[in-house]
């Protein structure tokens, strides 16, 4: 049974996941502005966007094998993690990207963040640490750690982010959950 796409958006939204750097990244990075990769659903997006910067969720998207990561990551590590590295060494993410900013999400990630650091170039590498509670002082934590990440920000990318930026980057990203939460 042949299935077609009649859904413009569908369309729009297939062609966009079929690419690493979709026409939408490339046309921000075109008007030069800066791209920030991130490896965990609980990066903090709002930061990033709140310093005009476009955050992109890391994929692996086309990446066809692992040779170059093999070196350093075992089989034993996640093929994403294995593949991400080989993106990296091959300087793919480099020609669309100008930092990541990674977060204690998995011991591959984090394994990988080591790898990355110390074999591949990149304007900016951030590791974030979030906790992986929710009590009073993890929040306390992660708020002194969050105000950590956005000076470091401010300073690498020469922004100030104020309170009125990180509201609308605020309201832009809840905004953007609904419109998904409807999608789906």
Same mark, same amino acid.
């Given at each position: 049974?042949?299935?077609?796409?009649?859904?413009?958006?569908?369309?729009?939204?297939?062609?966009?996941?079929?690419?690493?750097?979709?026409?939408?990244?490339?046309?921000?990075?075109?008007?030069? #502005?800066?791209?920030?990769?991130?490896?965990?659903?609980?990066?903090?997006?709002?930061?990033?966007?709140?310093?005009?910067?476009?955050?992109?969720?890391?994929?692996?998207?086309?990446?066809?094998?692992?040779?170059?990561?093999?070196?350093?990551?075992?089989?034993?590590?996640?093929?994403?993690? #294995?593949?991400?590295?080989?993106?990296?060494?091959?300087?793919?993410?480099?020609?669309?990207?100008?930092?990541?900013?990674?977060?204690?999400?998995?011991?591959?990630?984090?394994?990988?963040?080591?790898?990355?650091?110390?074999?591949?170039?990149?304007?900016?590498?951030? +590791?974030?640490?979030?906790?992986?509670?929710?009590?009073?002082?993890?929040?306390?934590?992660?708020?002194?750690?969050?105000?950590?990440?956005?000076?470091?920000?401010?300073?690498? +990318?020469?922004?100030?982010?104020?309170?009125?930026?990180?509201?609308?980057?605020?309201?832009?990203?809840?905004?953007?959950?609904?419109?998904?939460?409807?999608?789906?």
């Amino acid at each position: 049974m042949e299935t077609r796409l009649e859904s413009k958006a569908l369309q729009q939204l297939t062609r966009a996941a079929s690419q690493l750097a979709n026409s939408a990244v490339l046309d921000w990075r075109q008007k030069g #502005r800066k791209v920030l990769g991130h490896f965990c659903c609980n990066a903090p997006v709002e930061v990033i966007s709140a310093a005009g910067l476009l955050p992109f969720r890391m994929r692996a998207t086309r990446n066809t094998g692992t040779t170059l990561a093999d070196e350093y990551l075992t089989s034993n590590n996640c093929t994403f993690a #294995r593949h991400c590295l080989d993106l990296g060494f091959r300087g793919t993410y480099n020609e669309f990207m100008d930092g990541i900013v990674w977060l204690n999400s998995c011991t591959h990630i984090n394994r990988l963040y080591d790898v990355w650091k110390r074999k591949i170039q990149m304007p900016y590498l951030y +590791f974030l640490s979030f906790p992986k509670k929710t009590g009073e002082a993890e929040v306390d934590y992660y708020s002194v750690q969050l105000s950590i990440f956005k000076e470091s920000l401010e300073q690498q +990318f020469d922004v100030k982010i104020t309170i009125d930026d990180l509201r609308e980057a605020i309201e832009l990203h809840n905004e953007t959950r609904r419109l998904q939460r409807e999608l789906y």
